[in-house]
């Protein structure tokens, strides 16, 4: 076959080096072996041409394909498996006879199907693209506050890459992002005191899952930290984020109660209980201290540490299901609710959060929706989320309290959190009574 320019549509040819040449003895199946071999080589090297220098070949076993190749690279058959140091030039001139701008790699070009040096190429990119990463990560942390409890060092930059945190971050949808928001928590995390894990995670990335174990957030940050000497290697993944000021969910675990509690029960005023089901499974209520009294129950433990930060003269009665309330948590709010109280209840939307509301009101029918409408939905959007995270909108039930709320959260796509509506829902725990929705 005659190739031209245009018998390369992916121009896997330099300069149309395979214009006019005659490629059919060249690209016979017995000659692969060699050109396979060129092919590698421009690969490590990045050079397409390979008109100069030289190169190492190994002869294959097959009488016929060490045969193939002879005129081209000697005058002698070559054994098998004999190595052979050939000069490109020389093999350059003999290809001219059948093209006269042929080149080693336009036939090993053809014959591999592809352009050539992608290798030396990808490794290129991959070098300036680390490169580009560590100078941004150096710009953020020019740029963080003086007091920031961890600041990355550009030392600490080989020890990320030594422990293949930099790859993590290389094969990351969007690695500039991810050190920025990085950023963002390291410049969060309190220079004394401390914050929930949800509520940093949500300040800086919109999600209050995003530092969530085994997420690449969570495990850069942590990396920083172990890069810093923050942190000791191997140290449990709890221990470590409490030695960056970083609660996680320490008052979590079954159904978290403040204010509200056993009858007969004598408690410190803003204890956070924890009730176990042995305790809920026939759970008898106090009762309430006049008519008309609330409790509000939240989803996340975030709501109730931030509650039990408020003024210590103000009633705090709060409930919190940590996650999906089970069947035995469901029937001691009903019983609270038959014992005299007034419910309000919440959780997150997404599928999970309301296939728990419809849970809850369906076995506490006089329960109230506690900021739960569409109005509530689209300001507890996080205006810019890091990766957000895509709404299950196949698990998503109907909303029965709000139809419309089913249609801006398909129509949206986005779930949202509790933690966006935290100054609200404070505020209706001061007053003592949840907002009246319309």
């Not at 540490?305 to 940590?322: G, S, W, Y």
């Not at 999970?352 to 029918?365: E, K, N, Y």
């Not at 109907?398 to 609200?424: I, K």
Request: glycine content about 8%.
């Amino acid at each position: 076959m005659n190739a031209t320019v245009a018998d390369c549509p992916q121009q896997w040819c330099t300069e149309g080096a395979c214009d006019g040449a005659r490629l059919d003895s060249l690209l016979i199946p017995e000659a692969h072996w060699l050109w396979e071999q060129l092919a590698a080589r421009a690969d490590r090297s990045g050079e397409p041409a390979m008109t100069g220098g030289t190169t190492m070949i190994t002869a294959p076993a097959p009488t016929g394909q060490r045969a193939a190749v002879l005129g081209l690279i000697g005058s002698r058959i070559l054994a098998p498996g004999e190595r052979r140091r050939i000069r490109l030039e020389d093999l350059t001139l003999r290809l001219r006879q059948h093209g006269a701008r042929l080149t080693p790699g336009a036939v090993a070009a053809h014959a591999a199907g592809r352009a050539l040096g992608s290798t030396a190429a990808e490794r290129a990119r991959h070098t300036a693209r680390t490169a580009r990463l560590r100078n941004l990560r150096a710009r953020l942390a020019g740029a963080l506050p003086d007091q920031v409890r961890l600041r990355p060092s550009d030392e600490a930059w080989e020890e990320l890459h030594r422990t293949g945190r930099v790859a993590r971050v290389l094969q990351h949808p969007a690695p500039e992002q991810l050190l920025k928001t990085a950023a963002e928590v390291l410049r969060l995390l309190p220079p004394r005191g401390r914050i929930d894990r949800r509520m940093l995670a949500y300040k800086a990335a919109g999600n209050p899952h995003s530092l969530d174990a085994g997420t690449d957030l969570a495990g850069l940050v942590l990396s920083e930290a172990a890069a810093a000497g923050l942190t000791a290697p191997g140290v449990p993944t709890r221990a470590a984020w409490s030695g960056l000021g970083v609660d996680l969910d320490r008052l979590g675990g079954g159904l978290l109660s403040v204010g509200v509690h056993p009858d007969g029960w004598i408690l410190p005023d803003r204890f956070p209980l924890v009730l176990p089901p042995a305790a809920l499974a026939d759970i008898i209520w106090n009762a309430p201290p006049h008519a008309g009294c609330w409790v509000f129950v939240t989803e996340n433990p975030s709501v109730t540490t931030a509650a039990l930060e408020m003024d210590p003269d103000i009633p705090v009665r709060l409930l919190c299901t940590v996650g999906t309330p089970s069947a035995m948590e469901l029937d001691a709010l009903a019983r609270l609710a038959n014992g005299g109280w007034n419910i309000a209840v919440r959780a997150d939307f997404d599928a999970s959060g309301i296939q728990h509301m419809r849970a809850a009101l369906r076995t506490v029918p006089r329960a109230r929706p506690w900021r739960m409408n569409t109005d509530d939905y689209v300001r507890s959007l996080h205006p810019a989320p890091f990766q957000p995270t895509s709404l299950d909108t196949e698990r998503l039930p109907e909303t029965e309290w709000d139809p419309a709320l089913n249609a801006a959260m398909r129509a949206r796509g986005r779930p949202a959190f509790e933690e966006a509506l935290l100054d609200d829902l404070l505020d209706d725990i001061r007053r003592g009574h949840p907002h009246p929705n319309p």
